[in-house]
C-alpha cells in the first residue's frame, strides 16, 4: 500500500518559508539571514552558516515589509545590523536587473 497525503519528495531540496511572503519555496532560492552562536547577525549567502536562521525570498517587496516590520528582529531575537539589510538590498538590485 502506497502512503500519500504528505506531498511528493521534491527533488529540488528542502522548502523553507519566507518571513514576508509567508510564501514557501526552495531554499536555494531564499536569502537567509543567521545569527550565528557568537558575533552579529549576518546575511549566510553560501546558506550554511551556523545558527537560527530565517529566510527571505528575492522579492523587493518582501525585503521592504519584512525591514518595515521588524520580523528579523523579533525572529531571531536579535538586532539586525544595518550592513545586513544594505547587503539584502544590494542583492535583490542586482537581481532586479
Ligand atoms: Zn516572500
Do not use: H, W
Not at 509567508?22 to 537567509?32: C, D, S, V, Y
Not at 549566510?44 to 521588524?70: E, L, M, P, W
Amino acid at each position: 500500500m502506497k502512503k500519500s497525503g504528505r506531498g511528493a519528495r521534491d527533488a529540488a531540496g528542502p522548502i523553507r518559508q519566507c518571513m514576508g511572503c509567508r510564501g514557501r519555496l526552495p531554499k536555494q532560492e531564499l536569502l537567509r539571514v543567521v545569527r550565528p552562536p557568537e558575533g552579529a547577525v549576518k546575511l549566510d549567502t553560501a546558506g550554511k552558516a551556523q545558527g537560527r536562521g530565517v529566510y527571505i525570498c528575492r522579492d523587493a517587496n518582501c525585503f521592504k515589509r519584512v525591514k518595515k516590520s521588524r520580523a528579523l528582529e523579533r525572529s531571531l531575537q536579535s538586532p539586525v545590523p544595518d550592513d545586513v539589510f544594505a547587503a539584502i538590498e544590494a542583492l535583490l538590485t542586482e537581481n532586479a536587473t
